[in-house]
């Protein structure tokens, strides 16, 4: 069975300057997430879809922040415009029902500079 | 607010020598209580989910086990492939991790 995928794995940015990250979620799973994951800290929900419905958004900086899970399957994650506190890793999440156990992807690594 | 709190925050062991690690939780509203390990670069890792207290699983050399307030990890003579950061999460409306622990196994 394959994973979560994310692309890109890496990517470099100025502050002020815009990114975009996507994922794929293992087929057949409804439920999937965005975390933020800073250096020496545990992930932390940004945003929670059901399907192509938003769950919860409540720690998502909407300033700066979107997400969307078009058609209930892949999912992108832009930031616009970006503060060096945006420094982290994105982990995307998927599971097959909101209570059950989530399967991570490899993330994406992104510095501003 | 949920609060997951992780002890200690890094661990060096010797190769079978064996040890457990803490996660205390906000107990109010609790759905579950996961344990993920993470290897640098990549994502979390599932391992356990334990519903209610008294609860243990167990998987190779690893043990989660649950109370009112708590949860353990226990690591039986662990090798170096154990070596890994270890988080604990909190599943209330959302899953709320723990900082981890960063386990090394020396050879």
């Known amino acids: 069975e394959a994973g979560v995928a994310q692309s890109p794995r890496y990517k470099i940015i100025e502050k002020r300057q815009s990114v975009a990250f996507w994922c794929n979620p293992i087929s057949g799973h409804a439920t999937l997430y965005w975390y933020q994951q800073i250096l020496g800290q545990g992930p932390k929900l940004l945003i929670q879809f059901q399907n192509n419905g938003v769950v919860d958004d409540s720690q998502l900086p909407k300033d700066r922040f979107s997400a969307e899970r078009l058609k209930g399957v892949d999912s992108t994650l832009k930031i616009q415009p970006a503060k060096l506190e945006d420094s982290a890793v994105y982990l995307c999440?998927?599971?097959?029902?909101?209570?059950?156990?989530?399967?991570f992807g490899p993330g994406t690594r992104l510095t501003v500079l | 607010e949920d609060q997951v709190t992780q002890s200690p925050e890094a661990l060096r062991l010797q190769e079978g020598e064996s040890s457990s690690l803490n996660c205390s939780y906000t107990?109010?509203?609790?759905?579950?209580l996961f344990w993920y390990r993470q290897d640098p670069g990549k994502g979390p890792e599932f391992l356990f989910t334990?519903?209610?207290a008294g609860e243990e699983k167990e998987k190779e050399r690893l043990k989660a086990t649950l109370t009112k307030k708590e949860s353990f990890l226990h690591i039986t003579a662990p090798k170096p492939e154990d070596s890994a950061t270890y988080l604990c999460?909190?599943?209330?409306?959302?899953?709320?991790f723990g900082t981890g622990t960063r386990l090394t196994i020396i050879p």
């Open positions: 999440a998927s599971s097959t029902g909101p209570q059950n156990e989530q399967f």
């Open positions: 999460a909190r599943h209330g409306e959302k899953l709320t």
């Open positions: 107990v109010s509203g609790l759905r579950g």
């Open positions: 334990l519903y209610s």
